[in-house]
């Protein structure tokens, strides 16, 4: 990764901390192979990805950063 993609990355986390009241945590993953049942009433999801939300929108911190 480059120094310019991790300046941007830094830039774009410094904005959202500094903007936002609330963040989320998503699983970024959710389709049914990674929902697993455990016993008769349980469930478990795997493989969660690194995807942050706000209320104004979601971030990927997989992609590559862009600007806001």
Request: glycine residues 6%; proline residues 6%.
């Amino acid at each position: 990764m480059t120094c310019h993609c991790l300046r941007a990355g830094e830039e774009c986390l410094e904005y959202l901390i500094a903007t936002t009241n609330e963040n989320l945590i998503l699983h970024g993953d959710l389709y049914h192979d990674n929902i697993l049942r455990q016993g008769e009433e349980k469930w478990s999801v795997i493989d969660p990805k690194d995807i942050i939300s706000v209320p104004e929108g979601v971030y990927n911190l997989s992609s590559p950063p862009r600007e806001i």
